[in-house]
């Protein structure tokens, strides 16, 4: 099941599948209410040049991604930076209000446990006035990561039983999920308080939901 889904993901994010129009709707989402002016100076956070291809723009966009996770490939569009750092530090990297608008797609729930992710929000608000900030709803029905109906809701012994497969059969995917912790809509008010809400919907279900500050200039 889960080797299937790996290989539906890699798929989907390949071609013009509904994932990526999902993905397209949400950007358009993302410049209807931030509304980055031209050219902004926008720093993505574990992202890829992927999403931004999706629209169009002359955005000039720093990706941060942990070593080893920055795309090559697409060091030649002059649009594009990349860097090597960790989201939940980057005072030794770039200074106070750096940037126009700091992005962010379905990253936040990967950062690690409570502290950690209120340090990804602390250098949010550290580097840009403005922000998108966009994570899973802990609502939808489908689990976004494993495929599993209602994971996050699974008595802890299910789970349990889950992950020995999962490490077993797919080892890097399991840690990747083994640090993964969804963040309630309350939790994402708690780390975001000036910000206003866009949620996401699936067939009339909460999909996944940003917080955002519009940019004021």
């Not at 409570?114 to 689990?143: C, G, N, Y």
Request: hydrophobic share 35%.
């Amino acid at each position: 099941m889960q080797t299937l889904l790996r290989h539906l993901s890699g798929w989907a994010y390949t071609h013009n599948s509904p994932v990526l129009k999902g993905r397209a709707k949400r950007m358009r989402a993302f410049q209807d209410r931030v509304k980055p002016p031209e050219q902004a100076n926008i720093l993505d956070l574990g992202g890829s040049p992927l999403v931004w291809k999706l629209i169009p723009h002359d955005y000039r966009v720093t990706l941060v991604n942990l070593p080893g996770f920055n795309d090559p490939d697409a060091e030649a569009d002059p649009r594009y930076q990349f860097i090597d750092g960790d989201a939940c530090d980057l005072s030794e990297l770039f200074e106070d209000q750096s940037f126009d608008i700091v992005f962010s797609n379905s990253v936040i729930e990967h950062v690690g446990d409570e502290p950690r992710q209120a340090a990804f929000a602390a250098e949010v608000h550290r580097l840009a006035s403005s922000h998108w900030i966009q994570t899973p709803s802990d609502r939808f029905p489908l689990e976004v990561h494993t495929g599993v109906p209602f994971y996050w809701k699974l008595p802890a012994a299910m789970r349990n039983r889950l992950h020995r497969s999962w490490q077993k059969k797919l080892p890097e995917w399991y840690d990747m999920i083994r640090e993964t912790r969804v963040l309630s809509c309350e939790r994402m008010k708690s780390l975001f308080p000036d910000s206003q809400c866009y949620r996401e919907q699936f067939a009339m279900l909460e999909k996944s939901y940003a917080f955002y500050r519009p940019f004021t200039g």
